[in-house]
């Protein structure tokens, strides 16, 4: 389990790339970073997440690093109409949210080998050999979530 001490430095870069995307400089860290913006399941306010992401096939694959307790995560899945800025782009989407450990396990083990140096830190963080075995991200997607965002089109 990750202490809530390291999620708490991770707010504070979050806001750094919101502000990045909010001042109109998201290409900076686009490549890496989106703004993911989404309804407030009680609240019914917007809010915006920075969060890692992966294009696959058109599709933009992120993480939940506290599974199924992330609040964007729980958001999601109570609203999956979303607004995605990537880089100086910005468009309507719908989030699929994914929670089988085969599938969650699929998308660690794509993101380990595409980023072995951070996703082998992020390992680390939850007490996992940099290169964990099958088995390893098997048990490790118990605990994680994520979501497809997939871009709408517009007519």
Known sequence: ???????????????????????????????????????????????????????????????AGRGQKADWFLNLRADPQVEVSVGRRTFPAWAETVTDPARVADFLAYRLERHPFMLGLMMKLHHLPMRPSRAQLLELADTTAMAILHPREEN
Do not use: C
């Open 1 to 63: 389990m990750i202490p809530d001490s390291f999620w708490s430095k991770i707010k504070n870069v979050q806001r750094i790339h919101q502000r990045l995307y909010d001042s109109g400089k998201g290409w900076i860290v686009g490549w890496l970073i989106l703004l993911l913006r989404h309804t407030g399941r009680r609240s019914g306010k917007q809010y915006a997440t920075p969060l890692q992401y992966e294009r696959i096939d058109g599709r933009y694959y992120v993480g």
